[in-house]
């Protein structure tokens, strides 16, 4: 599945992408996996201030219902209208399809997520 | 006579034997001695089936039982008519005794009464999704309460005095440990005082809850608070009582994000105040907040019509503590019974019971303040329960009178709202008859009676 340069990813499946000063957010190819068919997304509010690490919207699918969390610290400036029509964007095409972006504060948390090769060995480990 | 108990000791035995013990305390050994009840419980001694039927039936003829004492109480709970097809269905085993139906290939009936009961409401509300019930009115209230504050991420709730107030006490409850203010805004000539709700209807606010007709019986204007909850982008909750929703606006049109309420009214007995079911209804863009379980309809790999709990990603036994709620029930039996009472009366059937519980409640009204004893305490509009004040007597007096002539007098107000004094808050359903309302009056305003 084709990933953008530069993306990162969290430990909780989730990828982030900078892209003119913005930070996209959604969840990774694993974490669609994991989850099954979704049927909903809920999307965050516009100008609501998120930290690193606090959840920003709910993945819910056939199975489960999960969190999704923000990688980056900041406010959410745009979010994805197409997720509520169509959540199964997510499956489909989980590297095109980002839930928020969000006006970071402080773009070098950034550096503490793992690259496309990191991440990959993380999921090969299976933690 | 003794009482037919299937153990003898000879199985005691046997099953003792099995776990290698020789007496019944055995199976206590891992209660430490110093914790241990060593002597006999100092209660009577137990008696026969024979004495013990005898002894419930003269406990129970100390009621003073609605079926006995003509009732003019209302205040949450109401006397209404019940169809007897009501209790024969619900005491049908197949629905008296069926566990929650978590399996749907055996649970079709159970799950196609929920699903009926879930568009009665819907359609008595102006409601898009209900769930399948909750425990009663005041956990409804607060559970809509709740969904309002995680939708809106704020953390007070406006509450008008009109709302029920125990509903008031279990709302505080609830949002006593998650942090959430309640903020009770007063009654102004039986209404709530709009001006002052409005004040505190601002930013921090995520819910606005009005009781329509409210605790003392006036109807309020829902509409108007819907709208000033909108204007804070608050969500406006809207508790009723559905037996006036056959002629009364519903919360669905009024602009009520969630409509909740007790559903006694409906096909359930007093039963001294319980089990009740709560109902619960929202617009279709608030479904993945609503608390509680929900039957939908779905077509089975042959494309036959069944019946599923859908949405359970919400619930307790998937999400954990992240559930939307900890409700992981409903009041499957009272609800069925409201189904079933909704489907005997049907549309027309309701809306002559509330038309007869309007005419009746005003004549009662009227009859009342023509004896001079008593006099108006609001001008609002009221449905059928309604508040007079008392001149000259204190309303434990007129209501012990009542109750000496076999009639179940009103509430005094007063022990609830310290601005009411001596107010009587009296309930006319459809059941009260002319010569009964007339008695009422007669023996209320001190007319010939028992003393």
Same mark, same amino acid.
């Given at each position: *599945? ?19 000063? &913005?930070?996209?957010?959604?969840? %990774? ?16 509010k516009?100008?609501k ?6 959840p ?13 969390? +923000? ?11 197409? &997720? ?29 997520? *793992? ?7 993380? $999921?090969?480990?299976?933690? | *006579? ?26 206590? +050994? ?21 004495? @013990?039927?005898?002894? /419930? ?13 003509? $009732? ?37 009936? %159970?799950?196609?009464?929920?699903? =009926?009961?879930? %568009? ?6 102006? *409601? ?6 909750m425990y009663?009115g005041a956990t409804a209230v607060a559970e809509a309460a709740l969904m309002a504050i995680r939708s809106t991420g704020r953390d007070k709730v406006v509450v008008s005095e009109?709302l029920h107030p125990e509903y008031r006490e279990v709302l505080k409850t609830y949002s006593r440990f998650n942090g959430i203010e309640v903020k009770e805004i ?6 709530t005082?709009?001006?002052r709700l =409005?004040e505190e209807v601002n930013e921090s606010c995520g819910a606005v809850i009005l009781q ?9 204007? @829902?509409?108007?608070a819907?709208?000033k909850a909108?204007?804070a982008d608050a969500l406006s909750i809207a508790c009723?009582?559905?037996? +006036? ?11 009520a994000d969630i409509?909740v ?17 709560g109902?619960m209804?929202v617009?279709?863009?608030m479904?993945?907040k609503l608390p509680g ?16 709990? %859908?949405?359970? #990603? ?7 503590e992240k559930a939307v709620s900890n409700i ?10 409201? #189904?079933?009472?909704?489907?005997? /009366?049907?549309?027309?059937? @309701? ?5 007869? $519980? ?11 303040? #023509?004896? !001079? ?19 000259? =007597? ?25 601005? /009411? ?23 209320? +305003? !001190? ?5």
């Open positions: *599945m084709k990933t953008y340069q530069g993306m990162k990813y969290t430990k909780e499946h989730e990828w982030v992408r900078e892209d003119n000063g &913005l930070m996209y957010i959604g969840i %990774t190819n694993y974490a669609q996996l994991e989850l099954g068919d979704i049927v909903f997304v809920e999307l965050p516009k100008g201030h998120y930290n690193a690490g606090e920003i919207s709910v993945v819910e699918s056939v199975k489960t219902a999960s969190d999704v969390y +923000s990688p980056v610290t900041g406010t959410v400036v745009e979010v994805n209208d197409a &997720l509520t029509d169509a959540p199964e964007l997510l499956n489909t095409e989980p590297y095109e399809n980002w839930i928020a972006a969000l006006q970071p504060e402080n773009p070098s948390e950034l550096d503490q997520l *793992m690259d496309e090769e990191q991440y990959a060995q993380f $999921c090969a480990r299976g933690e | *006579m003794s009482r037919y108990i299937p153990g003898t000791d000879e199985d005691r035995k046997q099953m003792l034997d099995a776990l290698g013990l020789t007496e019944i305390d055995g199976l206590f +050994s891992e209660i430490p001695e110093e914790l241990k009840f060593k002597r006999r419980l100092d209660i009577p001694e137990a008696l026969s089936e024979l004495e @013990l039927i005898s002894h /419930m039936k003269q406990l129970a003829g100390m009621n003073a039982d609605a079926g006995e004492y003509i $009732c003019f109480l209302g205040a949450g709970v109401y006397d209404h008519f019940i169809p007897s097809v009501v209790k024969h269905i619900v005491s049908r085993s197949e629905f008296y005794t069926s566990y929650t139906p978590y399996q749907p290939e055996i649970s079709q009936g %159970t799950l196609q009464a929920i699903f =009926e009961y879930q %568009t009665m409401i819907c359609r008595l509300t102006g *409601m898009d999704v209900s769930n399948a019930s009663d009109g007063a009654l102004h000539g039986g209404v005082d709009m001006d =409005e329509s007709p409210n605790f003392i019986g006036a109807i309020e204007d @829902l509409g108007s819907s709208e909108k204007k009723v009582d559905p037996i +006036s929703l056959a002629i009364l606006k519903p919360p669905g049109e009024c602009g409509a309420g007790d559903g006694q009214a409906l096909g359930n007995s007093l039963s001294f105040g319980g089990p009740h079911l109902f209804a617009k279709k863009e479904v993945r379980r929900i039957a939908g309809q779905t077509t089975d790999s042959e494309g036959r019509t069944g019946y599923v709990l %859908t949405l359970q #990603a919400r619930e307790q036994h998937i999400r954990r992981c029930s409903n009041q499957a039996l009272n609800a069925l019974a409201a #189904a079933v009472y909704l489907t005997v /009366m049907g549309k027309e059937g @309701l809306k002559q019971v509330a038309e007869l $519980c309007l005419q009746k409640s005003h004549y009662a009204y009227e009859k009342l303040l #023509a004896t !001079g004893k008593f006099v108006k305490v609001y001008d609002a509009p009221f449905f059928k329960e309604f508040a007079v004040k008392a001149v000259d =007597e204190k309303i434990p007096d007129i209501n012990r009178r009542l109750y000496k002539n076999g009639i179940t007098g009103g509430l005094d107000l007063g022990t609830r709202y310290a601005e /009411m004094k001596n107010n009587w808050l009296v309930a006319i359903t459809e059941k009260r008859t002319r010569a009964e309302i007339d008695r009422f009056v007669e023996i209320a +305003s !001190g007319g010939v009676c028992h003393e």
